[in-house]
C-alpha cells in the first residue's frame, strides 16, 4: 500500500487501482485512509448491499486493528452513509488528484477504458500463486433446449450443494439470472426444494434488506439473483454456482466466478463448483 501510495502522490491525474474479487480492495481503501490521515472520504458503490458492508468495515476500521495495522486504542471514523442525491457525474466535481478507482475489471459495462492513469495491478496469476483463490470444480451440462436446460442445471447444482453439507460444508447455492422475469421462471424450479429454503433476490425489492440479513444469516441454502451480489458483497460461504443465463464479458464472467474461490479462515468451506450450459457461448 505505501508503495503504490507514494507513487500516487507523483501522479497529479485519477488513480486506478485494479485487484482481483477477494484480495481486499476494502482493507486497501482504509489503508489509504489511515496512511494520509484524511479528514474526510467519500467511498462510492453501485448497490445498497455494497454500501452497507462498506459502512460498517469503516466503522470499525475492518482488519487493521487485528493486525496491529492501527493503535488498538485508536479513534474510529464517523461513517454516514448517503442514500441519495448524486447523479452518475457527480464525480466530476472533484479534482483528479483526489479521484481514486478500485475496480476488478478495467473495463467498463459498455466495454469503455477507465479514464485515469493505473498505478497499481494486482494480477489474478498473482492472486492465484499467493493462495487466495480455491480450485473450482467446473460440472458442465450439454442442452439445446433451453427449458430443459434450467432443470438440469438446477438439478446438478442443487445435488452438488447435498453432497457438500452431507460432507460437512456449510455451502450455499447462487443461481444467477439476467432478469427478474427469468428469475421468476428459476425459482419455481427451485421451490421444489423447500428444505433448502430457497430466496429470490433482486434490486428494486422492497424488502431487499430484510432478505439480505437473512442472506448473510445462513437462513437460505438457495439464492436465484438478478445481477446481485456480486463484486464486493462479503459471504464466503456462496461455493455453488449455478450459471442459468451468463454473463456477456470474459472479465465480469472471471469476477463473478471469483465471488465463489475465495479462501477462508472457516474450516467448514470447501472448493467451488459451477454448473452451467456449454451448449451456448461465451461460457
Not at 487485528?66 to 452518475?88: F, H, Q, S
Not at 475465495?262 to 467451488?272: E, H, P, V
Amino acid at each position: 500500500i505505501y508503495a503504490f501510495m507514494s507513487r500516487a502522490q507523483i501522479h497529479h491525474g485519477r488513480n486506478i487501482i485494479v485487484m482481483p474479487t477477494g484480495t481486499g480492495k476494502t482493507e486497501t481503501m482504509l489503508s489509504i485512509l489511515i496512511a494520509n490521515q484524511c479528514t474526510k472520504v467519500l467511498i462510492t458503490v453501485p448497490s445498497d448491499a455494497l454500501r452497507e458492508q462498506l459502512a460498517n468495515k469503516f466503522i470499525t476500521l475492518g482488519i487493521l486493528p487485528k493486525y496491529g495495522i492501527v493503535a488498538a486504542d485508536c479513534n474510529y471514523p464517523n461513517v454516514g452513509v448517503v442514500k441519495e442525491g448524486m447523479d452518475y457525474n457527480f464525480i466530476d466535481s472533484f479534482d483528479d488528484e483526489k479521484v481514486t478507482l478500485f475496480t476488478a475489471t478495467p473495463f467498463r459495462n459498455d466495454s469503455r477504458r477507465l479514464r485515469g492513469e493505473f498505478i497499481y495491478n494486482f494480477s489474478l496469476k498473482d492472486a492465484q500463486s499467493q493462495g487466495y483463490y480455491k480450485p473450482i470444480k467446473f460440472i458442465p451440462i450439454r442442452e439445446y433446449d433451453l427449458i430443459q436446460a434450467d432443470h438440469h442445471i438446477a438439478e446438478v447444482a442443487v445435488s452438488q450443494l447435498r453432497s457438500d453439507l452431507e460432507n460437512g460444508y456449510d455451502h450455499i447455492l447462487m443461481a444467477r439470472c439476467s432478469t427478474k422475469q427469468r428469475a421468476k421462471e428459476v425459482m419455481e424450479i427451485y421451490q421444489q426444494h423447500s428444505d433448502l429454503n430457497p430466496v429470490m433476490v433482486f434490486s428494486s425489492m422492497s424488502n431487499q434488506k430484510a432478505i439480505l440479513n437473512d442472506i448473510k444469516a445462513k437462513k437460505h441454502k438457495i439464492i436465484v439473483c438478478v445481477n446481485m451480489l456480486g463484486e464486493g458483497f462479503d459471504m464466503p460461504e456462496l461455493k455453488i454456482a449455478a450459471i442459468h443465463d451468463a454473463k456477456q464479458s470474459l472479465p465480469i464472467t472471471l469476477q463473478f466466478i471469483g465471488r465463489f474461490t475465495r479462501t477462508s479462515y472457516d474450516s467448514n468451506l470447501g472448493n467451488a463448483s459451477f454448473i452451467t450450459n456449454i451448449a451456448y457461448p461465451p461460457i
